[in-house]
């Protein structure tokens, strides 16, 4: 079976871009297009021509790139349906239930609204890969600039029903201050205690904490435990709907 290399490289202030790469079908793809000249370093190191860019979501720091590269290379813009007339240059409009392939790899696509109205998580099943742009962080969510809590629990959700050993890019670094909020609310969680020691040493390290596993989210990041007992406590919301859990978690992350 072909394998799907992946590259992750850190730009802009705390963004990463990431390409991905079907060896055995020559297409490359930048998840996201940040800033042209580093997508350019990046594609320059590995020896890759890029073919493709997968757009999760119309910001500037995640689509800045698209014009010029595509007018350099040529590549096929895809991009989310729901917001593709603020998405530069997109060819392919994706949406909710929507098949992408790309070489030997089928891109499963789906809306994640919340962050912004139009947003789309790229998941690709036989590579036991998911790219959440500004959806799912390590350790954090996206804030809520275009959705209600309810919008955003719902496309958690679907993150959350992915097979937990998926490996799971999102668009920035934020994991030092998430792990920092996150113990806030859930002290008591012996996996995040030791999981914040952990990305303390790596980020002292310089090392990315991007990607993360599914499993290991499930287990720690408090946007995807409002059913915890111990988050219910502490928010003094024991019992309330799994939504207004998480919005009130979310809240007070805006807050901090
Ligand atoms: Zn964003």
Redesign the pocket.
């Known amino acids: 079976m072909a394998s799907l290399d992946i590259h992750l490289f850190p730009c802009l202030s705390d963004n990463y871009g990431v390409l991905i790469h079907d060896a055995e079908n020559n297409v490359t793809a930048s998840i996201d297009a940040p800033e042209a000249s580093a997508v350019k370093k990046a594609l320059a190191e590995k020896g890759w021509t890029l073919t493709h860019i997968l757009t999760t979501?119309y910001?500037a720091?995640?689509t800045d790139g698209n014009m010029e590269l595509k007018g350099e290379t040529g590549c096929i813009i895809v991009g989310p349906k729901n917001e593709a007339d603020r998405v530069p240059g997109i060819d392919v409009q994706v949406g909710d239930g929507d098949s992408y392939e790309f070489g030997a790899f089928t891109a499963k696509v789906f809306d994640t609204p919340g962050?912004?109205a139009g947003h789309i998580t790229y998941w690709f099943p036989q590579a036991n890969v998911a790219f959440a742009g500004?959806t799912l962080f390590t350790l954090g969510c996206?804030r809520l600039f275009e959705g209600t809590a309810e919008t955003m629990w719902t496309s958690l959700s679907k993150i959350k029903a992915l097979p937990p050993e998926t490996v799971i890019y999102s668009g920035h670094e934020y994991t030092q201050s998430n792990a920092g909020f996150a113990l806030t609310v859930e002290p008591g969680n012996a996996a995040l205690q030791a999981r914040a020691k952990e990305i303390s040493d790596m980020r002292s390290r310089g090392e990315p904490t991007v990607p993360t596993t599914l499993v290991r989210e499930l287990e720690t990041n408090p946007f995807l435990r409002p059913d915890s007992p111990e988050i219910q406590t502490n928010l003094g919301m024991e019992g309330r709907e799994l939504w207004e859990v998480f919005g009130e978690v979310r809240r007070r992350k805006d807050n901090a």
Do not use: N, V
């Open positions: 979501h910001h720091d995640h962050h912004t500004d996206g």
